[in-house]
């Protein structure tokens, strides 16, 4: 017997911390893998940022493996950052890298984190951005990261991924989240068009819990909020 | 009086090489921008490839500073390279990273090339790939980094990208390129649909000369041969 467990990389973000404590409210085990320790997980794996993309790997995987964390039944990334700046923005080029480092290395690592922890029907959550499926010409770096996220969440769910049988690969593609981040720089937006946190992190465990409640393999949900109602649209 | 002139970063490329003899022989001034020194161009701007992103970037724009490029018609970024690897490969990690610095780090220092020595009514021109306008699940870091070179090709063709007014902004998306590596690692494959590098080098000759004849800005532009011809599609 094992307790049912998932694995929230990015898990000291605001995200993180709303699906770290859904899941422990329901019982499961909770991995989280961040910079910063989540004393509300039941382990933390830390891992530096600024290390190099195969470094980062090896430490997480390293981490999870020393553990002895074994079989999961979920695997979210929802590590990420937002930064602005078109081709003439001096800082463009900085904050590209930043943006790859925050989302795309993240997803990578998440999809090595998969193939050897996720269950056969397990589920593998990434985080793209619904502004990235056109183009994004303020925030150049953070809509290249978002799109590579989503062509990789097709790749993922073809067969010869490499994931295990059956694993669901989802891409949830929000527009604004409601995060204390966001109250505090955006003080006077309508928040009725933000997305609560408790929203995302039910529908994480309802599609862990439940296979037929999940998007099909390889789906890009656009997740909108409207006068506080919130809808999801496949892609 | 200045002569017509086009930048061709990755000037060193089996592509790059034949961009750069092909505007030679219409008499431009044709700067390159490579790894290794490219002696039939005019200048050569050299590049460590493993420096940092914005080590690259400040290296070669110092560099052209320095040596008064000044306007140009044209720049064309044709950097690039291939590797394969599904999630379950060990080496995934360090092939998505290559690939990034390949394709994504270039065509970033590209457009910042732009926007400091495009003319008005210039030609920058990025490489895609045909395939990863969907998953590409046994080259995953190929196909994200091109995914983020698709939809940064939209970006740069929004207005507020940065760019100098009415720069056109294109995206090639070849299959497979008829090059000695491609003829060297595939010696049994179909020729007849792989694309000559000079059915490229003459479509950028002729939009630069010509507006009229570029594809409208932020276009994909598929490049398929079959059969020995040469057609394309614009998404």
């Known amino acids: 017997f094992q307790m049912p467990s998932v694995i929230v990389y990015g898990g000291r973000g605001a995200l993180g911390r709303a699906i770290v404590l859904h899941f422990k409210s329901k019982e499961y ?11 509300e997980s039941d382990l933390s794996i830390m891992v530096d940022a600024n290390a190099s993309w195969s470094e980062q790997k090896s430490t997480i995987l390293a981490g999870l ?8 039944d979920g695997v979210f990334c929802v590590a990420g950052g937002w ?11 900085l904050n590209a890298a930043l943006m790859w480092r925050q989302s795309v290395v993240t997803s990578t690592i998440a999809s090595r984190i998969g ?3 996720l269950k056969k029907d397990g589920l593998l959550v990434l985080t793209g951005a619904e502004t990235a499926r056109s183009g994004t010409s303020g925030m150049m770096g953070y809509g290249m990261a978002k799109a590579a996220v989503h062509q990789f ?11 295990p049988d ?7 593609l929000p527009v604004t989240l409601d995060t204390p981040m966001n109250r505090k720089f955006m003080p006077e937006a309508d928040k009725s068009s933000w997305t609560p946190l408790s929203h995302i992190a039910e529908k994480l465990y309802s599609w862990t819990e439940n296979i037929d409640s999940r998007p099909s393999n390889g789906t890009l949900l656009s997740i909108k909020t409207v006068g506080g109602v919130t809808t999801e649209e496949n892609h």
């Open 29 to 39: 085990r909770v991995i989280t893998i961040d910079c910063h320790m989540n004393e």
């Open 65 to 72: 493996a020393s553990n002895a964390v074994g079989e999961v």
């Open 83 to 93: 930064a602005g700046g078109n081709a003439a923005s001096s800082d463009m080029i």
């Open 115 to 117: 193939v050897k922890h």
């Open 153 to 163: 969440t097709k790749s993922l769910a073809e067969k010869g991924s490499g994931l």
């Open 166 to 172: 059956e694993v669901t690969v989802v891409a949830i």
